[in-house]
């Protein structure tokens, strides 16, 4: 519980100065947390109900809006731990994306999907709970690993590049008569 009250206090002090949050909190005498949380309240409530397809837009804008302004921060940064992250992101979303493609007529059929959709996005993209790491390296990675990159054993750049050099200049000496 501690943990909980110290977030909505940092969160509370974040949102000082911030002239929509000072108004929210001048007429109504309440803690300018609670704008946020009724807001993402409302939102959650809005992909739950999913009235005229606007539970799509809302859990698509989530899952693509979001991390795309965290992505162009991070082209702006001199790190390089942000854009691993964010790299790490776009390969779950992609994955993901390709998996529900295959199996839309299936989703159509499960009760609140963008629901429930929208709160997985909201974990992988938001980068305090990891969830873009866990995914990738539970699942993704082992699955790359395995079938799609193949590392039974390294590849040496110098190694390619030298039997490359070997091959051509076997070929050029054949092909000029100075074969050794």
Not at 30 to 42: E, I, K, N, Q, T
Not at 59 to 68: A, E, K, M, Q, Y
Not at 163 to 175: I, P, S, T, W
Request: hydrophobic share 45%; aromatic share 16%; proline share 3%.
């Amino acid at each position: 519980m501690e943990a909980i009250n110290s977030q909505i206090k940092g969160l509370e002090n974040k949102l000082v100065g911030i002239k929509l949050f000072e108004q929210f909190h001048s007429k109504t005498k309440l803690p300018r947390s609670y704008l946020v949380y009724g807001s993402v309240a409302f939102y959650f409530l809005l992909v739950l109900l999913d009235a005229g397809g606007l539970g799509q837009i809302l859990c698509n804008t989530i899952g693509f809006i979001f991390p795309s302004y965290l992505s162009l921060k991070a082209l702006k940064t001199v790190g390089k731990s942000d854009d691993t992250d964010l790299l790490i992101y776009w390969v779950v979303y992609g994955f993901f994306n390709v998996i529900e493609f295959w199996s839309k007529s299936i989703l159509g059929w499960i009760p609140f999907y963008f629901f429930f959709k929208t709160i997985f996005l909201a974990f992988i993209a938001i980068p305090q709970t990891g969830g873009a790491k866990v995914i990738y390296n539970k699942l993704i990675s082992p699955f790359s690993d395995k079938y799609i990159l193949n590392h039974k054993s390294p590849i040496s750049s110098t190694k390619i590049t030298n039997e490359l050099e070997d091959q051509l200049r076997e070929k050029a000496a054949k092909a000029s008569g100075f074969a050794q």
